[in-house]
């Protein structure tokens, strides 16, 4: 597995989203996906900081990824 160096490392942006309904990506390494506000911290939320597309701002409530596909009754 390849060390990630600091050069690497995209820096966050300094402002918190404030958005009502936002609308969450986050870069996981293997690409950026889609994530939702959801109401339980979530292992993926604990390692990765999840951006607004709306705003561009940090969310750092819990969310979930949002896996294409899923059912919807079917989520934790």
Known sequence: ?????ASK??????VEC?????QLQ?????????AEPCEA??????????QCRLCGGTYSKPWRRII?????GKRP
């Open 9 to 14: 490392v995209k820096p966050l942006p300094s």
């Open 1 to 5: 597995m390849a060390r990630r160096t």
């Open 41 to 50: 911290l979530t292992p993926l939320c604990a390692l990765y900081v999840a």
């Open 18 to 22: 404030g958005c009502e309904a936002p």
């Open 68 to 72: 294409p596909g899923a059912r919807e």
């Open 26 to 34: 986050v870069d996981i390494g293997l690409g950026v996906a889609d």
